[in-house]
Structures are given as structure tokens and as C-alpha cells.
């Protein structure tokens, strides 16, 4: 903790006192400019694209996806497997962080959160427009019909609905208890009729009493216990989409712990790529300093070393099965058609990351904000890597065959981002999207009091 404090002190002539907090974090939510406004619409845009590819493939079949024998998961797949992945470091930074109480969480945990769900939402997207017909994903639910059928629970397809909408439910519901004193603090200033009425509403009667705090404390406790559990299970899940099939290169022990670690590289990489620019943007360096991202850059280098691992042994575990089948398919990755995909992949996620071993580069924004992108590049051709390639060449070499990439996949990849972006664009400017409250708890204890020597209240907008 003292590190911490040390490190702020550092980045700043004097230290923050509980009404800079405030003014800092709520000066975000002040009438967007220019600037938001053109973020927003080229959200919206790629949005616009996304679904018209869709509709397109809807009207015209889902030939127009690409997809051909015997790559029956392809693009869409690929992409929902991403998205879960993304989401997994909001879970880790805000509940697993938060019952370690660790000291580099608070500035960043509000933004992963809200990455998390919306992420998820993402992700949710692309098994119903895998399904070519979507109005028929009500199918999936368990629930009592004239037709007497109800959905098969031995498949891992199914496996992922519970999962992934558990998940869904948990992480909203944590990430909005967490908003409610915050939310609170922007309803004290908020100065139009329609924030004065969203916060009001939103923030549930909060005024920061004793008790509220206490029953705040102990809910938000309990949430982070219920989510801790979600970042092995849901993307081990995931992983047994895979590993349950005999495909070659899928049917392996090692992908639920593989899955885990490379969900959460891919998801604090894509932290550091939100925070780096909403630092920038919002005059946010006093409040996400260098100690933090010293500290996700701590983490990165931890969770590419376990996924580096994970690639090693898998190429290990084919050679030494003796198994022709496996054998063929790793040595394929490397040295077959998708070859580009492989070598991208390994550079970004095992190579490139290394380079965090020097300490002045954990440090280095403008690098960092580089080596993000490149990682969540990487994390994309892992997952292209693993479905495209097996499916490619599995057991029957006259059963073999290519893909046939289409324009309609790549713009409801595109629109995908555009989904995201959209989101997370109209959550930091209407909600706090750094945690007010629990920058308070940090501050040293001289600096809780206001300028004019009396205290501020922990959630009050004055």
C-alpha cells in the first residue's frame, strides 16, 4: 500500500484530497464534446455495417458466411470465444483482486467490469447468428412446450448457455452494486432534469449512512465471492466445447486451464488499451498511475509465460503420444496453409510480451498501448489457430479442405467492435467509470479533508 501512495505522490506536486477525487472522476461526465460525439458515431457506423452484413446473410442464406465443408465453425466462433475471453479480466481485477485486497485494483477495476458485461453481451451475439436462423435461439432454453422436445444437456453447446449467461447475470449484477455509492456522487451534481432523474433512480435511495455501508459492504462481498468461482468455470467451459470432441489438436485435458490464463492475458490487454486513451482523454494520470500498470504489466508477463506453457506442451503431448493424427495436425499449424496465423500467434503472445521484463518498459505508455493491441491480435489468431486448423485436417485426408473467408463475416466482426465500443462509449460518459469511493480508501489519511479543513463524505457529490 505504501508503494502505492508513494508512486501517486510521484506523479503528482501534491497528493489528491477527497474533493479532487470527486472533481476529477465527475468532471467526465460533464456535456460530451466533439470528440465523444465522433467516437460515438463511428461506434455506430461500424454497428451500421455489422448488421447489415447480417440481414444480408439472413436474406440471402448462410452460404454468404463463408463457411464450407468441413469448417463448419468458423469466423463466428472464433469471435464468441474472443469475446468471452475479454471478458474474463474484469471478473479477475474486480473480485478475485478485491478478496486479495490488492493494492493496484481500484483506479482500474470500474473499467474492467464494465468491459466484462459488456463483452459478454458481445460475445452472446455470435452463437445466434451462428444459428443462420436466430429467431429459433428461444430453442436453446429449457422450458415447457407443446412440442415435448427439450434441449439436448450432454452437449457442451449447451453447457455454454448456462454458463455463459450465469456469468452474464453475476457480473452485471456485481458491477452494478459496485456503481450505486458513485452513482450517488454524480446524482449531487448533476445539473440537467434527465441525469438528475437516471441517478436518482439508478442509485436506489443511497445517502451514505452507516447502515447502507454496512449492508453495501457485506452485498458487495458476497458478489465477489459468487464471481471468484466464474473465472475458472465459465471459460473451462468453454474449453469443453473443444477438448469433449476426438477432433485432433481439440481433445486435450490441458484446455480448460489453457483457456483460463489466455482469457485473462487477452483481457487485461484489452484494459491497458481502454485506460491508456480514457487516461489521456480525461486527465486521469494522478488516479491511473505508472504503479498500476507496472502492475497489469506484472500480470500480462505471468500469463503469457502459462500460455506459452500451454503451446509448448501441447506439441510436446502430440509428439509423445505417438498419435499420427495429432502428430500431423501440430505439425500442419506451423507449416501448413494457415501458417501466417501461427507464427502471428506466437509472436504476439509469447515473444513480444517478454519484452516486460525490463522494468522501464512496464511503464512505457505508448509501448504498452502497442504491445496491447498486438496481444489481443495474437489471442484472435490463438482461437483461429485452434478451430480453423483442426477442422482443416482432421482423421480423413479426402475430407480435407480450405475456407473461403467472406466480406459478411469480416463486417460482422467489424460490427462486433462497433457492439463493444458503442457500449463503452456511453458508459463513461453517464456512469463514473473509475471507482470514486474506493480511491477514497486509499488516500493517506492526512489527505481526507477538504481544502477548507472540514471532511468530505466517502460518496457525497460535494
Not at 474474463?88 to 481485477?93: A, D, E, Y
Not at 488499451?273 to 500480462?300: C, V, Y
Amino acid at each position: 500500500m505504501e508503494s502505492n501512495h508513494n508512486t501517486n505522490r510521484s506523479d503528482a506536486e501534491a497528493p489528491l484530497t477527497y474533493a479532487e477525487v470527486n472533481d476529477t472522476v465527475l468532471k467526465m461526465l460533464e456535456p460530451p464534446g466533439t470528440g465523444w460525439f465522433l467516437l460515438l458515431f463511428t461506434c455506430l457506423f461500424f454497428l451500421a455495417i455489422g448488421a447489415s452484413c447480417w440481414f444480408y446473410q439472413m436474406w440471402s442464406g448462410f452460404g454468404e458466411s463463408g463457411k464450407s465443408h468441413p469448417i463448419g465453425w468458423g469466423t463466428y466462433i472464433t469471435n464468441f470465444v474472443f469475446w468471452v475471453g475479454i471478458a474474463h479480466s474484469g471478473t479477475l481485477i474486480s473480485a478475485v483482486l478485491y478478496l486479495f485486497r490488492a493494492a493496484f485494483r481500484q483506479p482500474i477495476y470500474r473499467l474492467a467490469e464494465a468491459m466484462t458485461v459488456f463483452a459478454v453481451m458481445t460475445a452472446g451475439l455470435f452463437p445466434i447468428i451462428h444459428l443462420g436462423r436466430p429467431w429459433y435461439a428461444l430453442w436453446l432454453m429449457p422450458y415447457p412446450n407443446q412440442r415435448a422436445l427439450w434441449p439436448q444437456f450432454r452437449s457442451p453447446l449447451l453447457w455454454d448457455v448456462f454458463a455463459v449467461s450465469t456469468y452474464f447475470t453475476i457480473s452485471a449484477t456485481f458491477f452494478f452494486v459496485g456503481l450505486i455509492p458513485d452513482i450517488a456522487a454524480a446524482r449531487d451534481r448533476a445539473a440537467t432534469k434527465f441525469r438528475k432523474a437516471l441517478y436518482g433512480v439508478t442509485c436506489l435511495g443511497w445517502r451514505g449512512s452507516h447502515t447502507q455501508w454496512k449492508h453495501f459492504q457485506a452485498a458487495y462481498l458476497i458478489f465477489a465471492a459468487f464471481a471468484t468461482p466464474l473465472v475458472v468455470s465459465v471459460h473451462s467451459v468453454v474449453s469443453w466445447d473443444f477438448a469433449m470432441s476426438i477432433v485432433p489438436g481439440w481433445h486435450a485435458t490441458i484446455f480448460p486451464p489453457y483457456f483460463v490464463a489466455g482469457a485473462i492475458f487477452s483481457g487485461v490487454a484489452m484494459v491497458i488499451t481502454l485506460a491508456i486513451p480514457l487516461r489521456k482523454a480525461f486527465g486521469l494520470q494522478r488516479l491511473i498511475t505508472p504503479f498500476h500498470f507496472d502492475a497489469m504489466s506484472k500480470l500480462i508477463l505471468l500469463t503469457s509465460g502459462v500460455v506459452s506453457y500451454s503451446y509448448i506442451t501441447e506439441f510436446y503431448t502430440a509428439w509423445f503420444s505417438n498419435n499420427p493424427f495429432e502428430r500431423y495436425q501440430f505439425w500442419f499449424r506451423p507449416f501448413g496453409e494457415f501458417w501466417m496465423a501461427f507464427w502471428g500467434m506466437t509472436f504476439c503472445n509469447c515473444i513480444f510480451p517478454q519484452l516486460l521484463w525490463v522494468k522501464s518498459l512496464r511503464t512505457n505508455i505508448p509501448f504498452l498501448f502497442v504491445l496491447s493491441i498486438f496481444i489481443n491480435i495474437g489471442m484472435w489468431l490463438e482461437r483461429f489457430n485452434i478451430i480453423f486448423q483442426s477442422l482443416t485436417r482432421e482423421f480423413i485426408p479426402a475430407a480435407w479442405g480450405g475456407y473461403n473467408f467472406s466480406w459478411v463475416e469480416v463486417g460482422i466482426t467489424v460490427g462486433a467492435f462497433g457492439w463493444f465500443g458503442m457500449w463503452m462509449t456511453l458508459f463513461i460518459k453517464f456512469f463514473p467509470s473509475v471507482a470514486i469511493t474506493e480511491i477514497k480508501e486509499i488516500l493517506p489519511p492526512p489527505m481526507r479533508r477538504g481544502e477548507h479543513g472540514h471532511g468530505v463524505a466517502v460518496g457525497s457529490g460535494h
